[in-house]
């Protein structure tokens, strides 16, 4: 019973900023990468960031330079930093993990619940 829960999602005014958090929980034996996706209404889920096991990062080039990804392994967790928001930035925003549970010790494609961040002009 892998689960992610976000939080952190809100509404903010344009060139604020908000932190997102996703932590994962359940018996779990190791994560690899983790992500961000976002779904605007009338729009296809995008990536927006990810971060490998190692570290590297990868980022949409819409939010280069804005948005930073990060990872604290040691508590399951991954971080989504975005500053100098727009209004375009506005979706709900989903995370995303590669996750091998204890039991099974096969890798899966989990995702959490969603959490909506809205940008106001």
């Known amino acids: 019973q892998v689960q992610l829960v976000e939080s952190g999602g809100g509404l903010v005014q344009a060139g604020g900023s908000l932190r997102l958090s996703c932590a994962a929980s359940g018996s779990i034996f190791s994560i690899n990468a983790m992500g961000w996706y976002r779904q605007a209404p009338g729009k296809q889920r995008e990536l927006v960031a990810s971060?490998?096991?190692?570290?590297?990062?990868n980022y949409a080039d819409s939010v280069k330079g804005r948005f930073t990804i990060s990872r604290d392994n040691a508590k399951n967790t991954v971080y989504l930093q975005l500053n100098s928001l727009k209004p375009e930035d506005t979706a709900v925003y989903y995370c995303?993990?590669?996750?091998?549970?204890?039991?099974?010790?096969?890798?899966?494609?989990?995702w959490g619940q969603g959490t909506q961040v809205t940008v106001s002009s």
């Open positions: 995303n993990g590669i996750i091998v549970p204890a039991i099974f010790r096969m890798p899966g494609n989990y």
């Open positions: 971060v490998t096991g190692g570290g590297n990062t």
